[in-house]
């Protein structure tokens, strides 16, 4: 039996920033993790934005806090992560488009949010050769921005190995038991753990986790597919998210890397549910069509590579975070819905405040994202 006080299943982009925040609190922290390295999961296939521009309380506070972990990750540790702090660009075409961002910029900037209304001209200056056909302005948040998710994965493993972390990979969770209210071991082929606190960090698989202790979460992943460029001179800072709908499409985002790539990144329409990662022969025509319609200069660009991530999604678009009622040292932080490496920094140094050192500055997140909640809402900006 090896014991520790926490055990975190998952080292992707939640679980490593909750091993690190938790393993500076002088307690003994271990990650199993299915895979042979860290970030092998959806941390690989997400297209690195972070914005702390979302429509709810919750959400916003833990991006906030996440923009301010991973900005001074070079200036705190040294290390580069290709932090750019770009901003999130919303163009806006249609009006109801305006509306929908009007209406929320009143929520954003009750929570202290740097965003505001941008008029078209202000838009082509922060984008030259964006179409301005029936560009009716939009909204820019110039503190959010962007960097390498592996880059993030890889930082965060090596300092939760220099604080102690100890991490077993190729370690799949076979069991889970239980005596009463509280898990008692964790089972993989090799090890059995105990710890006072078990997180489930499982991304895409967290329901599976929570099935093999009798509870069924809510957690369905769909796939997106993204892609890269060859790197090309400077164009613009910001991520630009398109919110207009087309018929294989909800909406599509893209932005150019601090090496000069841009990668972009589709909602399909309708949904693709299921753990299917292989690439379609759709997702390039459409998303290049829509891409060059906004920003006609890219027509010239070569695709490098395309690849295809799943969204641990949930019913109203929102994570699942809080205890396993039934299981009262077993807590949830799954369901990012497709934003767990914009959220993951954030809610590890939250979660390690709050479980740690009992912090109740954070309980409203707790309330909000309760995973016992009605799921009657639904996020604007999901």
Known sequence: ?????????????????????????????????????????????AIGGIRATHSDPAKIAICQ????????????????????????????????????????????????????WISPEDISLLVPGI???????????????????????????????????TFFFNEKVEDITSNGKRITEVLTPHHRFSAGLIINCAGAHARKIGLITQHDFPVYPDSHE??????????????????????TSKNY?????IEGQVVFCITPSPIKSGFDRDNTSEFLPTVIRRMIDIF???????????WRGLYPMTPDGFPLIGFNRELE??????????????????LGKILADTLIDHSDKYDFILEQLNPYRSFDTEETLK
């Open 253 to 257: 985002y893209f932005y150019q890397n």
């Open 329 to 346: 040292n077993n807590f949830l932080a799954i369901g990012m819905c497709g934003q767990g490496y914009m959220l993951g920094p954030g």
């Open 226 to 247: 993204a892609g890269i460029t060859e790197p090309v001179q400077h164009l613009f800072d910001p991520m630009i998210v398109d919110m207009r709908p087309e018929n």
């Open 296 to 306: 006609p200069r890219f027509r010239h660009l070569r695709v490098r590579r395309t």
């Open 131 to 165: 179409n301005k056909t029936n560009l009716r302005g939009g909204t820019f948040s110039p503190e959010d921005g962007s960097a390498s998710p592996l880059r993030t994965a890889d930082a965060y493993y090596q300092l939760a190995r220099q604080h102690g972390v």
């Open 65 to 116: 806090e996440s923009i301010r972990c991973v900005s001074n990750m070079h200036d705190h540790h040294g290390i580069d992560i290709h932090w750019k702090q770009g901003g999130y660009l919303y163009p806006v075409y249609q009006e109801e488009d305006e509306k929908i961002l009007k209406d929320l910029l009143h929520i954003q900037k009750q929570f202290h949010l740097h965003i505001d």
């Open 1 to 45: 039996m090896k014991n520790y006080d926490v055990v975190i299943i998952g080292a992707g982009s939640v679980g490593l920033p909750i091993a690190y925040y938790m393993s500076q609190k002088n307690i003994s922290v271990a990650v199993i993790e299915k895979e042979p390295s860290v970030g092998c999961g959806q941390n690989r296939t």
